[in-house]
Nanobody, 115 residues
Framework: QVQLVESGGGLVQAGGSLRLSCAASGSISSITAMGWYRQAPGKQREFFAAITVGGTTKYTDSVKGRFTISRDSAKNILYLQMNSLKPEDTGLYYC?????????WGQGTQVTVSS
């Protein structure tokens, strides 16, 4: 099993920045990729960024150029640097890990962007 704990969320004004962290523990060696999802109020959870164990990254158009996903393999921490935040970025942000078996999720951290 893999345990994921997110941190770093908060309230920020539009145009500001936040950095989220996701600490992973457990069966780290089973992870093939990690990513970030978010769920806005009244909407479904959506994928927007991922990174493979090889370091390949992927972003959706909604965050490309503003958000950067990275990882510290030595510390087993996944990061999300968010710049130029917009009110529509508001939501509950989840860290996820893909393994050879089940996907794993963190509990989420709230990001609120005020206009």
């Amino acid at each position: 099993q893999v345990q994921l704990v997110e941190s770093g969320g908060g309230l920020v004004q539009a145009g500001g920045s936040l950095r989220l962290s996701c600490a992973a523990s457990g069966s780290i060696s089973s992870i093939t990729a990690m990513g970030w999802y978010r769920q806005a109020p009244g909407k479904q959870r959506e994928f927007f960024a991922a990174i493979t164990v090889g370091g390949t990254t992927k972003y959706t158009d909604s965050v490309k150029g503003r958000f950067t996903i990275s990882r510290d393999s030595a510390k087993n921490i996944l990061y999300l640097q968010m710049n130029s935040l917009k009110p529509e970025d508001t939501g509950l942000y989840y860290c996820a890990a893909e393994t050879d078996g089940l996907p794993y999720w963190g509990q989420g951290t709230q990001v609120t962007v005020s206009s």
